[in-house]
């Protein structure tokens, strides 16, 4: 009955080694206007706190699903690791158990698929708030069905042992959405350099851009 806060340390790392800068001003593929460049350290910053808005929104899933089936939710640590309890005995009711567990990653996927697909265009290009929310969600789930795949405090632990699922299956559930994700903001325009940019050499550079556009 616990949920892995750490995930966010861990992927925010992943994140910032993969991340590569685009110049201070492009033009955007779908409009002939030039956005004007943001102060980088404040693109950044704005990208991070859409980044902790996701994980955020993750803990918060959980939180809100304890207390509706009934549980207790709680804070805790385990091995020094923050984590979340439900308050519910799996054992006893592991169909409760398993709405908690999924109700974080579940959240995340539901937020990211109204960013791609409820209108809310505020000029061209996605700002890097926005950026920063599908990166935490794609982010979140790579993690949970990569190194989080396993341990005491995994969703995907506690979703399999509490279903008739198993971690591959959850694995490709998750995974597979986020992957539509992905593709989906490769072609969309607004999300123009997301995964990819061209460096000074004229090589293809791979990570979530997280310079001004």
Known sequence: MQIRLAVFAIVMLAFGLAATPLPAQAVASDSNAVVS????????????????????????????????????????????????????????????????????????TLLDETLLDVPHAR???????????????????LFYITLGRTGSVSDVTFMANTSSLTKTQLSLIYGGIAALHVVRIHFKDRYAHFFSVPDAGGRLRFGVNIAPD
């Open 123 to 141: 000029g061209s290009v996605a700002g890097p708030f926005e950026r920063g929310l599908l990166a935490g969600g794609i982010g979140t789930v």
């Open 37 to 108: 460049p943001a102060p980088r350290k404040h693109y950044r910053l704005k990208f991070v706190l859409g980044f902790a808005t996701s994980i955020l929104a993750h803990e918060s899933g959980h939180i809100v699903a304890a207390y509706a089936v009934g549980g207790h939710p709680s804070f805790g640590f385990n091995k020094w690791r923050p984590t979340i309890y439900s308050g519910i005995d799996a054992r006893v009711d592991p169909h409760k158990q398993f709405i908690f567990s999924s109700a974080g990653l579940t959240v995340q």
